[in-house]
């Protein structure tokens, strides 16, 4: 899993979306990527790093109220909100949303935005972006596949009897 956050690197910094770089301690992976090349799109004028940084800036930072989010991204779980670290026996706080009407909602602004672009465009709801349609692949059945097992529905789904 793949690890960002969304902070001001001083209270007085803009906002800038962070990932470790791949310098060996990071592997490389296509929901990062996704993250990396979308998040520009998704939040117009938002600086999208690839940089060191370490578990103590993540602490001065929390504790000084910096982070406005964090997700992890991985195959499996698209992206993943992240409401706390603990580190040495301590919470580390991590916003995941805007309170609205007395509940907390469950990711950030951009885990939100970021997630629901990419199940669209994994789902065909929505294109690709411009110069990344090869990020999917439309499946069609086989011409020669014998229905008597199931029939083929919503271009190449196939409905199990």
């Known amino acids: 899993m793949n690890f960002f956050v969304l902070w001001r690197e001083s209270k007085t910094a803009p906002l800038e979306l962070v990932t470790p770089p791949l310098d060996g301690t990071i592997l490389p992976g296509i929901t990062r990527d996704t993250v990396l090349r979308l ?9 999208v790093v690839e940089r060191k940084f370490t578990i103590s800036d993540i602490c001065e930072a929390s504790n000084e109220g910096r982070i406005v989010e964090a997700f ?28 609205r009407v007395g509940q907390k909602a469950q990711a950030g602004e951009l885990t939100q935005k970021l997630t629901s672009v990419i ?34 529905i919503s271009d190449g789904i196939k409905q199990c009897a």
């Open 39 to 47: 998040a520009p799109m998704v939040w117009p004028g938002l600086r």
């Open 72 to 99: 992890g991204t991985g195959t499996a779980c698209v992206l993943c909100p992240i409401e706390a670290i603990r580190y040495h026996g301590r919470d580390y706080a991590i916003p995941t949303g805007v309170e």
């Open 119 to 152: 199940l669209d465009i994994q789902h065909g709801r929505r294109a690709p972006p411009a110069g990344l349609e090869h990020w999917t692949v439309p499946v069609a059945p086989p011409h020669d596949e014998a229905q008597a097992d199931g029939e083929w």
